[in-house]
């Protein structure tokens, strides 16, 4: 037969006291003496007494935890910023729910019923690729409940971001395909409804034309930048009418699917077709030849964006005012980009 599990009342009349000062000597009140509290947690501990942390919440409209919507845990940049939001979020006391979007809008609007239920204290979301306005976002600030960008942001929200200059990465991405002899350069875009890839496609025109080199809008090819994508879009490339000689992804799973598909076609990477990425993926560096990318800073990103959510809370969200904070890329210099 299950045990019901111990409460104040059995801690009460263990110790012959009322309930009230076990709840109060739980509570750490300073209505009771401090033999009281050590007497109650000893007994608490004695016969395995364990406070409901929910019920305790509720009371106080806080729940210490932090919810975070990410499209996947499964990509490294989101794993990393989420070890950092952890590592800011433990340092000051808060739990931390972890939601996936999957890349799906209505998914991600579910996450924000259920975050709102569950009385989160705050959130941090890196929007899905089918997001394209903010209104299901507003449920936040309706609950009070102030919102951090990390990545993936939108315009038409006030509130704090944490980004890496996606322009100059691309732009300095592009340039290094210029510098080893590429001219008919492709550009692997996301979807033009989230900044990132508005930002890197600027930064890759801007290259281009810093370098005199004709934009050619047929060599952006637009796609949600899955490995199958890239690996279609290459043979698009292939058959284009220029020798294309160089790709910039603005992910690393699309530039390797278009590497795979540069090599079966018996072509050379990077004599042949030199490709970038972006995002610096730990399979980035063990495929062959290594992929040159942009390493993002996720754990950074975590860390100061939980921080700058945290210091919302400490300070009431109508007392903060939105900022954007934006970190300088990386670009890292492997073989397929190596002439």
Same mark, same amino acid.
């Given at each position: 037969?299950?045990?019901?599990?111990?409460?104040?009342?059995?801690?009460?009349? #263990?110790? =012959?006291?009322?309930?009230?000062?076990?709840? /109060?000597? +739980?509570?750490? $009140? @300073? !209505?009771?003496?401090? &033999?009281?509290?050590?007497?109650? #947690?000893? =007994?608490?501990?004695?016969?395995?007494?364990? /406070?409901? +942390?929910?019920? $305790? @919440? !509720?009371?106080?409209? &806080?729940?210490?935890?932090?919810?975070?919507?990410?499209?996947?845990?499964?990509?490294?940049?989101?794993?990393?910023?989420?070890?950092?939001?952890?590592?800011?979020?433990?340092?000051?006391?808060?739990?931390?729910?972890?939601?996936?979007?999957?890349?799906?809008?209505?998914?991600?609007?579910?996450?924000?019923?259920?975050?709102?239920?569950?009385?989160?204290?705050?959130?941090?979301?890196?929007?899905?690729?089918?997001?394209?306005?903010?209104?299901?976002?507003?449920?936040?600030?309706?609950?009070?409940?102030?919102?951090?960008?990390?990545?993936?942001?939108?315009?038409?929200?006030?509130?704090?971001?944490?980004?890496?200059?996606?322009?100059?990465?691309?732009?300095?991405?592009?340039?290094?395909?210029?510098?080893?002899?590429?001219?008919?350069?492709?550009?692997?875009?996301?979807?033009?409804?989230?900044?990132?890839?508005?930002?890197?496609?600027?930064?890759?025109?801007?290259?281009?034309?810093?370098?005199?080199?004709?934009?050619?809008?047929?060599?952006?090819?637009?796609?949600?930048?899955?490995?199958?994508?890239?690996?279609?879009?290459?043979g698009k490339i292939l058959n284009y009418k220029k020798k294309v000689d160089g790709?910039?992804?603005?992910?690393?799973?699309?530039?390797?699917?278009?590497?795979?598909?540069?090599?079966?076609?018996?072509?050379?990477?990077?004599?042949?077709?030199?490709?970038?990425?972006?995002?610096?993926?730990?399979?980035?560096?063990?495929?062959?030849?290594?992929?040159?990318?942009?390493?993002?800073?996720?754990?950074?990103?975590?860390?100061?964006?939980?921080?700058?959510?945290?210091?919302?809370?400490?300070?009431?969200?109508?007392?903060?005012?939105?900022?954007?904070?934006?970190?300088?890329?990386?670009?890292?210099?492997?073989?397929?980009?190596?002439?």
């Open positions: 037969m299950k045990k019901n599990k111990p409460t104040i009342h059995e801690i009460a009349k #263990l110790l =012959k006291i009322d309930s009230s000062t076990v709840s /109060r000597a +739980l509570n750490d $009140s @300073n !209505l009771v003496t401090q &033999k009281t509290k050590d007497k109650v #947690l000893k =007994k608490a501990k004695e016969i395995g007494y364990q /406070r409901n +942390l929910l019920a $305790s @919440n !509720l009371r106080k409209s &806080k729940s210490n935890t932090i919810g975070v919507i990410v499209p996947r845990i499964s990509r490294h940049f989101f794993s990393s910023t989420i070890a950092g939001i952890e590592e800011a979020a433990y340092a000051h006391g808060y739990n931390v729910v972890i939601a996936q979007s999957m890349e799906k809008l209505e998914r991600e609007k579910r996450i924000v019923g259920n975050l709102i239920s569950n009385r989160v204290d705050g959130v941090l979301i890196s929007v899905s690729m089918e997001t394209v306005d903010s209104e299901h976002l507003k449920k936040f600030d309706e609950s009070n409940i102030p919102l951090v960008f990390f990545d993936r942001s939108l315009s038409d929200i006030d509130s704090s971001k944490v980004l890496i200059d996606d322009y100059k990465a691309s732009l300095e991405a592009t340039e290094h395909l210029i510098n080893i002899g590429c001219r008919n350069i492709a550009h692997l875009s996301g979807p033009k409804n989230l900044n990132i890839y508005k930002n890197r496609l600027k930064g890759y025109k801007a290259a281009l034309k810093l370098n005199d080199i004709p934009f050619d809008r047929d060599l952006v090819f637009t796609s949600t930048l899955n490995q199958e994508d890239g690996y279609e879009l290459a790709i910039v992804s603005a992910n690393d799973l699309a530039a390797i699917g278009a590497m795979k598909k540069i090599k079966e076609a018996g072509k050379s990477v990077p004599k042949d077709v030199a490709v970038v990425g972006f995002s610096n993926e730990p399979m980035s560096a063990v495929i062959e030849p290594a992929l040159s990318t942009v390493d993002q800073s996720g754990y950074d990103i975590g860390k100061i964006a939980c921080n700058l959510l945290i210091d919302s809370l400490k300070e009431g969200k109508s007392n903060v005012t939105a900022k954007t904070v934006t970190l300088s890329p990386t670009l890292i210099k492997r073989q397929s980009t190596s002439r």
